[in-house]
């Protein structure tokens, strides 16, 4: 017994409900055929009955119920299973009555689980139908994996496709380039070849390239602008699909005469995994650097060498190798000029970027109070004078003397005075020029004794300061030249010559950097150009090093650096 585990389990639920019957079996087997074969019995583990097997086979050409009573006091009930009016068995049922009513009740019944029968056929037929659609995408999908990227290859699977789908002509379309032309048809297979109706699928396939979607166009239904126009020319159903592989299109299928929308959902399936093998096909196919390399001319691999030698001597040949830093020119020589005493700032003579000679009045505190304060002492000094001539007249040497210490008080009193006045007068202390201390805005604020009022620094002799980065400090030394270019004199590069390299970090503005000061080697002529605070980019030559090692050394420092703190 063949057992069918559907039926069995169907069989099972019509015994169970039915406690007449006391034996069953269901013989099932090909319309075209007389053979039955047992498939199903109740009870499972039982002796079956083969006077009812026998009465079975007998009646399995028939359309309606048989009955047959039997010496035993029991009966047989034949019912045929029929589907699409066509008859595929018998189910036989012992049940352990005579009566005829009863008998005709319960095939009525069993009747009517004929419909349980039809509903498996048709989901049995449903998945042979998709089993051998899919049998059919496994089979063009292994062709499609044994096609190579050459034309011919793709043109023997096209055919094999056409004759599959059942359709008149198709093509497969190549849709890598920004346009679609003749050339991009790959293969096709066709039954007779039409130029005019070549260029109306070209037209549709650009179509369905910019909206990437399959498009259909039958007598029933109608499609694009296009494709009504291509199917009007060659008057069959015509059909693209797109070969989308990672959200691009990559070709399009063509196909003309096909009229099954089943046909057309398979060969969508199809499209999804045919996309990526001819993208990768396509890729293979390309040639290798190398190969295309091989195919140059003989007059082009030499000029390639030529080339890569010269390429080569480039990298590997030594230059002047150079260090560049910010650099700020400052005077070699600056005062500090400040506030002498207290007092208040009465007038300011000078700017930052005037220039001065020594002993020029810069400012001036305000010595209102210490010329009241002389004339008092000038008027006290001329009283102590009166006293000191009556002393002596009179000849009283108690107050002579008296009167002598009072006048020599009043003189130093005058002399401090005087000095202290002299003092208000802010002067400059060299020749040069004013570096800072704008004070046009503080006329009248009071000012404390020994305050930074003034910067002035000498216009003869400049040194530069060189701002040179902690990786550049090792490499740079005394005595190294170098030249310099300054935002207001781009065209003109001055030499100079590294005097000293202070190892002191300064940390200026969020960065760490260390000063170098270097001298100026210019003339009269080029030094009248120069002024105090001028800033700009020097570079100073350290050594010969090659392309090739400035363009590794810093991925090479990082790396050591990321290595030792491993």
Same mark, same amino acid.
């Given at each position: ?6 039926? /069995? ?43 009812? *097997? ?55 019944? %069993? ?58 002509? $198709? ?14 048809? *790959? ?21 369905? =390239? ?22 009007? /020319? ?21 196909? #003309? ?19 990526? $093998? ?112 009556? =002393? ?19 003189? =130093? ?13 802010? *002067?400059? !202390? ?8 704008? %004070? ?48 207001? %004199?781009?065209?003109?590069?001055? !030499? ?6 202070? !190892? ?17 080697? *210019? ?13 700009? #980019? ?17 991925l090479v420092e990082r790396l050591s650096l990321w290595w030792w703190k491993l």
């Open positions: 017994m063949t057992s069918d585990p559907t039926t /069995q389990g169907w069989l099972d639920i019509q015994c169970r409900q039915h406690p007449q019957i006391t034996m069953a079996a269901v013989l099932l087997g090909d319309t075209q055929s007389s053979e039955r074969e047992l498939v199903a019995q109740w009870p499972l583990q039982a002796c079956l009955d083969e006077a009812l *097997v026998d009465f079975g086979r007998q009646q399995c050409r028939g359309d309606s119920v048989s009955f047959h009573h039997t010496e035993s006091s029991d009966s047989f009930i034949v019912c045929p299973i029929i589907i699409d009016e066509r008859c595929f068995g018998v189910a036989l049922f012992r049940v352990r009555t005579l009566q005829m009513t009863l008998l005709q009740q319960l095939s009525e019944q %069993l009747l009517r689980a004929n419909d349980w029968f039809s509903w498996l056929a048709k989901e049995r037929r449903g998945y042979r139908q998709r089993d051998d659609r899919f049998k059919t995408l496994l089979e063009l999908l292994s062709q499609a994996l044994l096609s190579a990227g050459e034309q011919g290859e793709w043109q023997q699977w096209l055919s094999s496709l056409r004759e599959v789908v059942g359709c008149s002509s $198709i093509a497969l379309v190549d849709c890598d380039k920004d346009y679609i032309s003749r050339n991009t048809v *790959v293969a096709e297979s066709c039954q007779q070849v039409d130029s005019v109706a070549r260029l109306f699928m070209l037209e549709a396939v650009e179509e369905t =390239a910019r909206s990437l979607t399959t498009c259909f166009s039958s007598s029933e239904e109608q499609g694009e602008r296009l494709h009504l126009q291509w199917q009007s /020319q060659v008057n069959q159903p015509v059909c693209t699909i797109p070969l989308i592989h990672q959200k691009k299109l990559v070709g399009v299928l063509a196909l #003309v005469g096909l009229d099954d929308r089943e046909r057309v959902l398979l060969l969508e399936q199809l499209a999804l995994l045919v996309a990526a $093998i001819w993208t990768l096909r396509r890729q293979q196919a390309k040639p290798k650097a190398l190969t295309k390399i091989r195919r140059w001319p003989s007059w082009l691999k030499i000029a390639a060498l030529a080339l890569g030698l010269l390429f080569v001597a480039i990298l590997l040949s030594p230059t002047d190798y150079y260090i560049s830093a910010p650099s700020t020119l400052v005077s070699r020589e600056q005062r500090v000029v400040t506030a002498a005493t207290d007092g208040y700032l009465a007038a300011v003579q000078v700017r930052p970027g005037d220039r001065v000679e020594k002993g020029q009045l810069l400012a001036l505190l305000d010595d209102t109070d210490l010329q009241l304060e002389r004339s008092n002492w000038q008027a006290k000094q001329r009283q102590y004078m009166r006293s000191y001539d009556r =002393a002596l007249a009179s000849g009283k040497r108690d107050e002579l003397n008296i009167a002598k210490a009072q006048l020599a008080q009043a003189s =130093a009193q005058l002399e401090l005075l005087e000095n202290q006045l002299s003092r208000s007068q802010v *002067v400059s !202390p060299l020749s040069g020029v004013v570096l800072s201390g704008d %004070l046009s805005q503080r006329l009248g604020a009071p000012l404390s004794r020994g305050e930074s009022l003034f910067k002035v620094g000498v216009t003869d002799l400049y040194d530069l300061q060189l701002q040179v980065q902690e990786r550049d400090l090792p490499q740079l030394e005394v005595e190294q030249h170098g030249d310099v270019l300054f935002s207001s %004199l781009p065209n003109q590069a001055l !030499p100079l010559t590294v005097e000293r390299v202070m !190892p002191v970090a300064v940390l200026e503005n969020g960065r760490f950097y260390f000063v170098a000061e270097a001298e100026l080697l *210019v003339d009269d002529e080029q030094k009248s150009k120069l002024t105090a605070g001028m800033h700009g #980019v020097a570079r100073v030559k350290v050594g010969k090093r090659s392309l090739l090692w400035r363009i590794s050394q810093p």
